[in-house]
């Protein structure tokens, strides 16, 4: 049985990312979330850098084929804030959700309220953009037929995410530095060392609304640093960074 956090210790706080302009979108998901009892509060999501961040143009073009749009630097800086903001404040753990998203309030409720850290959990994905290679490393988690997987490969996305003080720790500290957009650099466990924890089925769906961030990330990759050869060795190194990381998994069974 998952362990509770302590009776003196509040539930993770909930926190909504969402544009400070988007009105409609706010009224929308607080008209879904009407019924939690979960406490919850809209986070003005950022659409600047952080000024502890650094970005690295040239690996951003290298790693992507292209420069980063106003709206994934505007989202990278928004996650990195939370994580900051938590450690700052010394927040034991979060639920992170955007504003487009539709949440399965009666499985977060109990999940919220969860010591995360004690069941040995300090990242867990609440959603997933793409299938990629997994594992189940725990079943049943607070529900029947809901499992934890773990993710190994790029997944995307940033609609959700529960996440603890450790958690916050060890991506603000990875992800200072800005080399491509933030759901790539959160998916890289085989760098960062953070297990990329999932839960499935998901509990929360992403609603069909149009983007802030653009479709200019899924253009053709014509940057020539994308495509030189120092590039292309670097990213045969990851791929096999990956794929010992599956390995070990799979000698742990």
């Known amino acids: 049985m998952a362990k509770p956090l302590p009776e003196s210790s509040p539930a993770a706080e909930v926190l909504v990312v969402s544009l400070e302009s988007a009105q409609a979108r706010r009224a929308a998901f607080a008209a879904r979330a009407a019924e939690t009892s979960l406490k919850w509060r809209f986070f003005d999501a950022c659409t600047a850098p952080s000024p502890d961040m650094t970005i690295d143009e040239a690996a951003i073009r290298r790693n992507k084929g292209r420069p980063m749009s106003r709206g994934e630097i505007g989202c990278y800086a928004s996650h990195f804030s939370i994580w900051q903001d938590m450690i700052a404040r010394g927040v034991g753990q979060a639920i992170v959700l955007e504003d487009d998203t539709v949440v399965d309030w009666a499985y977060l409720e109990p999940l919220a309220r969860t010591d995360l850290h004690a069941e040995g959990i300090d990242y867990l994905r609440l959603y997933s953009k793409r299938p990629t290679w997994q594992r189940v490393v725990r079943q049943d988690f607070l529900q029947h037929s809901r ?89 045969q190194v990851e791929r096999a960074r990956m794929r010992m990381l599956k390995a070990r998994r799979l000698l742990d069974r």
């Open 147 to 235: 499992a934890i997987v773990e993710l190994i490969g790029l997944a995307y996305g940033t609609q959700g995410y529960a996440i603890t003080l450790d958690g916050a720790r060890r991506l603000a500290a990875h992800c200072r530095t800005v080399r491509r957009p933030i759901d790539d650099e959160m998916d890289r466990s085989w760098a960062h060392g953070l297990p990329n924890l999932a839960l499935y089925p998901a509990p929360i769906l992403e609603a069909a609304v149009v983007s802030d961030i653009g479709n200019s990330r899924f253009r053709p990759k014509t940057d020539p640093l994308y495509h030189s050869a120092k590039q292309r060795v670097w990213r």
